[in-house]
């Protein structure tokens, strides 16, 4: 799956614990960055430990350092942090202004403006991204051949979200492989 020379669109593999998933993620990155004209190559990952991982890997892979230098590992929050700093910061408001908002949105309510602030921070911490990073991903890469190359486990989530790739704007259908 690594080396074969293009696929209509995204491309999908899936295994368990040990079958050699990573590796071929790199050398599909090797591949692509080998294979075509100096375009960028983006491998993302969950946590910052595994992208450093995953580099310093693709360092002892990829001798050519022009070849490894198109390929960008980094974690999916890294890539959005990067993309919404492309911006200017937005202008944030004092707490005396949202306690001001808080007591507003308490009045005649038996809830005090204290308890609502603490409740809306709580459920808005609790938001499971999974479904608005891949949305992100589906975003940033131009739809096309060779356009996502997805390698994961289903049954080693972190998180008990599961995601239809398919409602999100990938299909993999016909170019997915266990």
Known sequence: ????????????????AGTGKTVTALHRARHLAQAGPAV???????????????????????????VRGRIDVQT????????????EPP???????????????????????????????????????????WRLLRRIVTEGPDDLFIVGDPHQRIYDSQVSLTSLGTRVRGRSSS
């Open 1 to 16: 799956m690594a080396l074969r020379p293009s696929y209509s669109g995204p491309a999908q593999v899936t295994g368990g």
């Open 40 to 66: 960028p190559v983006l491998l993302t990952t969950y946590t910052k430990s595994l992208a450093q991982a995953l580099g310093r890997q693709l360092d002892l892979l990829v001798d050519d350092a022009s």
């Open 76 to 87: 999916v929050d890294s890539l959005a942090y990067q993309i919404v700093n492309r911006h």
């Open 91 to 133: 202008s944030l408001v004092s707490d005396h202004v949202i306690n001001a908002l808080w007591g507003e949105a308490a009045s005649g309510t038996s809830y005090s403006p204290v308890f609502l602030r603490r409740e809306w921070e709580q459920i808005v911490l609790a938001q499971d991204l999974t479904t608005e990073q």
